[in-house]
């Protein structure tokens, strides 16, 4: 889960804006997407690549530390990457990896993550390559320089980028984008075959070559965007300027934007085929109105009503809900009760150290919480300890009851691809899941298809292990009525257990066989091969 971007200044370019000044204006707008840190990397001839020891946000503004003692360095290429504090990595890793030490430079600022990163290691390890740290985007670094150096610096010849890529295009399999600077000036966005993460690029009117995670970064600037599309990279030359875009996939590929990037990662002005993400978020919210709203009225008592919503994440949908609660006659207010005293994000990280930003991150806010009855509102429900952790909250400020309302389906499957969701123990469906009676598991494996009478208990159990009223999931097929029409589509498996990749379908399975063996099915259901079969086959 990171945020990348680059700017890279044309020779022919009359404009008096550095590539740091465009950095400064695209990255802020990037800060959903990780808040464990921000480095850059830059480049300008005869001076070569240096890296900034960090990039410092605040608010809507960020410091470059740029160099004091060389007034006369002003580089006309820049990458940089804004990451999320994650398993294994340090919070003051420089996030910009490069490849100290050998004669050629490269530097790397990818987002996402890699299904068979392990299988990749342990073969460049075999082949005598050396790997100082364990994430996924030293690990591409190495390959393309190992690349780089067999097949182009040793013989002495032009890198030739499109074959360099085309190789790992076709051996790396996870969602992954990428910005790569290298030793000469040139710049290479790309983004791999399954497009689970996205990437956009603009030219502008005064001569940049503009990258980033997300089309919202380029806000307020005027030039010509479109995204990069899966299996294809973008080339600028780092003497002349000149960019060329080449496929490097080497058969065809039915692509899938990320569902996380919409309804959770992406930033609200960020928009998917001319519909904002906001707008795709509150109609989500105003849909899931209509069932809490059924809810509500079935339960006895005249406490007054109040919609909130998770900060950062979840606004939007409450906007959607409370407007929806309005038009069926349910009377509310809108007022958040829920305070963050932290940026940093929840989702990545150990139990233990989840436990502690949650700890650290929430506070009740607003004078009206004595016996109301509080809506909040979410995304999403993936593991429960910080919605537990907020119920517990709001009950002892004086709330006479919580509900809960999610603009998705059951989160029923890990995500290897950025989110750092790695097990299905972690997942609070799992947990339930294991409660029921043996007939109601084999109903719940039907995951997305239930039936709507099992989903109601799994409701009713996930509500009572959080100390909550009750909460409400967006049913499947209403949420996806209502993503963006795209040609390609979206990566559901969240919610269906449908892999976008084949190693993540892979790695899925054997934890989902495992699951299975845990709680003895051979007892209580169908011997766990004929489980499986059954699960795959729905």
Known sequence: MSGIAAAFLCSSSNSRMTVYHQLK???PKLALRGQGGIGVATFMHKDGVRCASALQSSGDSVFIEEPEDDLNFRPHVAIAHIHSRSRGISGDLQPIHKNAGTSRHLSISMDGALANGHELRAELLAQGHRLSGNTDAELLLKWIECSCEKEFWRPGLPVNYEKVFRDIDNRFDGGISALVLDGEGNLIAYRNRCGLRPLEGM????????????????????????QILPGHIKY????????????????????????????????PNTSIEGQSLFKTRYNIGFALGGLVATRLQAEPGSAPTIVSS?????????????????????????????????LQRTLIGTFSE???????????????????????VDEALIRGDTSQAVTSMLLAAGAKAVHWAFGSPPIVAPNYYGMGIETLDELVFWRIWKELSPEQRKKGLRFHRMEPEVLKTIESSIAASISAASITYMPFRLLRSMLPRMQSGFDLSPFTFEMPTPAGQKRAERSLRELLADVRCSESMPACDQTMKAVLSL
Do not use: W
Request: aromatic share 8%; net charge positive.
């Open 354 to 376: 989840r436990r502690s930003r949650i700890a650290q991150k929430y506070r009740a806010s607003g004078d009206r919480l004595a016996n109301s009855t509080i809506i909040i």
């Open 310 to 342: 998770m900060p950062r994440t979840g606004g939007p949908y409450a906007d959607g809900l409370f407007a929806s609660l309005a038009d069926h006659g349910v009377f509310a207010q809108r007022e958040e009760v829920v305070a963050t005293q932290s």
């Open 25 to 27: 204006h695209m990255v």
């Open 236 to 267: 600028v030359d780092g003497k002349t300027g000149r960019l060329v875009e080449r496929s490097v996939s080497n058969r065809r590929y039915r692509a899938k934007l990320c569902a996380y990037e919409t309804l959770y990662l992406g930033h």
């Open 203 to 226: 030219q502008t009117d005064d001569g940049f070559v503009l990258f980033a995670s997300e089309n919202c970064a380029f806000a307020g600037l005027d030039g010509r965007n479109q």
